[in-house]
RNA sequence: GUCCCUAUCGUCUAGCCUGGCCCAGGACACCGGCCUUUCACGCCGGCGACGGGGGUUCGAAUCCCCCUGGGGACGCCA
């Protein structure tokens, strides 16, 4: 057990995203290696644009991941009261100030330092005012005007900012609700964080955060900025690339197991290894490996992945976890070929979990959807024969499985003078309705006796 | 525009701190071959990178500087 507390802090605006998964599985892992508390905290405090859906939405994509959090969910619309007390404490201690200045004035401040060329920062113009009238207004932190805010990145090194970079910013609003850079401080100062950490994207906030941990008097916690994630453009992830949402890629078919081990190779790694299970991960997980820079997300890599873990399981597992699938396809599995045998004949050729449902549809059609061009070329009156040879053989089988079957195939094969592939192909089309698919005589058995029967009469009718 | 971060194959990366073992290794993708009744799997092989320029050094992917590229931040969003 260590004193190891990191957290991941979602605010609840929409799906958990790519990027998200990975800084919360991150700081998983690093909580579970060293012993430590992994704390969940939901950023509600834009009540706006939070909704209950987002936050059961992120939860459950979480729980899919295998993301399990120690302590939580908290919920920062339930703490204001917490940081009303800090914000008249900072009032009082002169740490902080009324600003009158009103939005449509900030605009245009903006607009002319932008003009101007430099950083578009607040003026500090209501920063020593001396009145205070009874108008609306902002509170705003008294940010140190002079030296330089720096900490020691557990990622990326020394990271350091002159002050003067830095502006007063707003910590309540005119409705005297609490801004994000100041309940972030709160809430990761009381809930005992040792370490924060989070994207890179929240660099620039770190250094504005740490002045006010020692406004507050609170310690001061280590930090770690993970690198962005890009689409293949280079540009940050969005939905122009393709899904972004983590629950989309369990709908695309996608195992969790794929998605972690995905994650966790983008930007680090361990060697030349590719392939970790969580609990290797656990143990071999470590900030020193995480790369600097932002890395591009690539799906062929995922698949790759995903095909590995699905081939990993066994077939009852699979069968458990595709089922839905097939259903979504409008078939019914009760009545048809037993499915973990059918899956265990598609595993190796799936890489998606929609995939292998896709794989197993002839199995569970009462015919299947016959391919024109393969019909035309596999389902003739040359093969008149061959079908009709071939319902004789299979009515009169005594053992209807996969090596007998054959045998007797090959027998029927070298009496007709065929070559094997010449008779495999038909029966293959007539049994699935196209080429391509699993093993024939293994297929063949798992249809068993009534549904190869059922699919040769349907060859012979179409050649008729 | 200003500030911060960053830079090895198309992509993810190893190597960089502690220069020589690196005319740079692995993985995905791609190409070719083998296996094979099909499609796949698998196996074997191939293509392919130290962003540029200056230093330092006997020697630099590795150390230093500049340039350039990429990302991020600049909100009464988080």
Partial sequence: MSDLRVRFAPSPTGYLHIGGARTALFNYLLAKKEQGIFVLRI??????RSTQESVDAILQAMDWLGLSYDEGPFYQSERSKLYMSKIDQLLAEGKAYRCYCTPEELEAKREAAQQNGTKPRYDGTCRNRSDQPDAPCVIRFKTPLEGATSFVDRIKGTISVDNAELDDLIIARTDGSPTYNFVVVIDDAEMGM?????????????????????????PVPEFGHVPMILGSDKKRLSKRHGATSVMAYQELG??????????????????????????????????ENVGRSAGVFNPEKLLWLNSHYIKEKTPEQLAELTAPFIENLSLSIAGGPDLARVVKSLQERAKTLVELAEGAEFFYRAIPDYNPDDCAKFITSAQLELFSRLRALFSSADDFSAVPLKEAFSALLEELGLGFGKGAQPLRVAMTGSRGGPDLFELVEILGRERVLQRIDSALERIS
């Avoid at 950490?197 to 507050?216: E, F, K, M, S």
């Fill in 194 to 218: 040792t370490l924060v950490l989070r994207g890179d994207d929240h660099i620039n906030n770190t250094v504005r955060q740490i002045p006010i941990y020692q406004a507050l008097g609170y």
């Fill in 43 to 48: 950023e509600d405090t834009d009540l706006e």
């Fill in 254 to 287: 996608f195992l969790p197991e794929a998605m972690v081990n995905y994650l966790v190779r983008l930007g680090w790694s361990f060697g030349d290894e590719e392939i970790f299970s969580m609990a290797e991960l656990i143990e071999k997980f470590s900030l």
